[in-house]
């Protein structure tokens, strides 16, 4: 898994020979962008070969979990990172035990500020 996570933040890492210090490859918030589409589904498969290294795995789920954070800054882009998430917490007592309050707001925000988008909506119900 920490090749895929490596692959998801490469593009969005800050250049090291740059002539801009501190600038990145790609602002995340142009991934949309036509000319980013490539970008955009590379991402976008990562996080469903995450969910399907997850799936049925609770140690996985667990090792991934320290990534929450990460992924969490990556859910307004259109990744399906939400369907990852919510495959993480999937049948993980623990997991959901050490829940703490940022992941859970941070859910119920974008429920409120993406018009109450299915995959919000279903991560939420998923914990319950």
Known sequence: HRIVIDM???PFRTAPDS???????LNIKDVHMPEYKRVHS??????QLLKIMVKGSPPNAMQLSKYIPFMQSQLPYGFRVADTLMEIFKDNRGLLEEMNEEVLTCF???SHLKGKQSQYLNFLCELC
């Open 108 to 110: 119920v925000s974008l």
């Open 19 to 25: 002539d801009k210090e501190g600038s990145p490859y």
């Open 42 to 47: 590379m991402c976008t498969l990562c996080y």
């Open 8 to 10: 998801l933040q490469c």
